[in-house]
């Protein structure tokens, strides 16, 4: 069974650009969750979809946006990058909508802002 | 606020040696704590997850408890190996909203066996 798979996983930018990011879940999984990681701020939460819908949003600003589509699959956009953006992303994805299951992680998308 | 600190920030130990990470977290209210292990620059890989109505997980050399009323959680890993060395992740599943993904992770200790 293939695991979370996210593309691309590496990518550079630079400042005011924006980015896209994909995520496809485990097949059956239905909820993901994305968070970022920095050295300094470690692994934050950013925000959590299931059956297309986004349930909870972290404290990031508005430039941070998601959605996911009917296959479960999910995309995360950066808008007007910044310096501090640069970061490992990580995607999540579990079975159901409970709070009990198991979380399973991609490999993340390193994103490097010049 | 939920924060989750682990202790220690890195450890060295001799292959061979058991050890034990440290986790603790301030709020109570958890749904459950899932241990991770990351390598340099990949993603987590789940090694335990413990119920809040759980006392312990093992899995292979690998066992997991969890107090919850205390606030605490320890990863004891047996007879080290060289292959263990990696950051070792605790996170709880904290009920931001009522039923959600959230985790809120700790810093991570960053653990290394020598040979």
């Known amino acids: 069974k293939a695991g979370v798979t996210q593309t691309p996983r590496y990518l550079i930018k630079t400042r005011g650009q924006q980015v896209t990011l994909s995520c496809s879940p485990i097949?059956?999984?239905?909820?993901v969750s994305w968070y970022q990681q920095t050295p300094g701020q470690g692994l934050q939460f950013l925000f959590e979809?299931?059956?297309?819908?986004?349930?909870n949003k972290g404290n990031f600003p508005g430039r941070f946006s998601g959605r996911q589509f009917s296959n479960s699959r999910s995309e995360m956009n950066v808008s007007t990058l910044e310096l501090g953006d640069s970061a490992l992303y990580l995607c999540?994805?579990?079975?159901?909508?409970?709070?009990?299951?198991?979380?399973?992680f991609g490999e993340g998308s390193r994103l490097t802002v010049l | 606020k939920q924060e989750v600190t682990q202790i220690p920030a890195a450890l060295s130990v001799p292959e061979g040696e058991n050890l034990v990470l440290n986790c603790s977290f301030t709020?109570?209210?958890?749904?459950?704590l899932q241990w991770f292990r990351q390598d340099p620059g990949k993603g987590l890989t789940s090694l335990l997850l413990?119920?809040?109505?759980?006392r312990e997980q093992t899995s292979g050399r690998l066992n997991a408890s969890l107090d919850k009323s205390s606030g605490r959680s320890t990863l004891y890993i047996a007879a080290s190996q060289p292959g263990d060395s990696a950051t070792y992740l605790c996170?709880?599943?904290?009920?931001?909203?009522?039923?959600?993904?959230?985790?809120?992770f700790g810093k991570g200790t960053k653990l290394t066996v020598n040979p």
């Open positions: 097949s059956g999984h239905r909820s």
């Open positions: 709020d109570s209210a958890i749904y459950n």
């Open positions: 996170a709880v599943r904290d009920p931001f909203q009522g039923g959600s993904e959230k985790l809120v």
């Open positions: 979809y299931f059956s297309e819908t986004q349930r």
């Open positions: 413990i119920q809040s109505s759980q």
């Open positions: 999540a994805s579990s079975q159901g909508q409970g709070a009990t299951g198991e979380l399973f």
